[in-house]
């Protein structure tokens, strides 16, 4: 069965960086074989796209209010995805998940495949 497991979060000053790791496991799953987006979520607000690397290209994008700020990035030996994270804001706090989908790098969280339990980003100000 696929597993996803995110960590690296934590609690951070405005202005410093986090990395954070999602990293996949399962009997044939490979995260070369996926687009691999981050997503994030508050309390009361819908789960929102953060960025993602795509499968096919590894090209990847990125939501306007991270972009600059944010980097993803993959590691396919370790079947691993980064989400580097400086210039960090309060406004960054939130659960940050990592998501896998067997087609095309897309924003919309429903339409992914597997999804990680999360990891806790908490920027004081």
């Known amino acids: 069965q696929v597993q996803l497991v995110e960590s690296g979060g934590g609690l951070v000053q405005a202005g410093g960086s986090l990395r954070l790791s999602c990293a996949a496991s399962?009997?044939?799953?490979?995260?070369?074989?996926?687009?691999m987006g981050w997503f994030r979520q508050a309390p009361g607000k819908e789960r929102e796209f953060v960025g993602g690397?795509?499968?096919?290209?590894?090209?990847?994008y990125y939501a306007d209010s991270v972009k600059g700020r944010f980097t993803v990035s993959r590691d396919n030996a370790k079947n691993t995805v980064y989400l580097q994270m400086n210039s960090l804001k309060p406004e960054d706090t939130c659960i940050y998940y990592c998501?896998?989908?067997?087609?095309?790098?897309?924003?919309?969280?429903?339409?992914?495949?597997?999804w990680g339990q999360g990891t806790q980003v908490t920027v004081s100000s």
């Open positions: 998501a896998a989908n067997a087609g095309a790098l897309i924003t919309t969280a429903r339409r992914y495949d597997y």
């Open positions: 399962g009997r044939t799953f490979s995260i070369s074989n996926y687009a």
């Open positions: 690397i795509s499968r096919s290209s590894g090209s990847t």
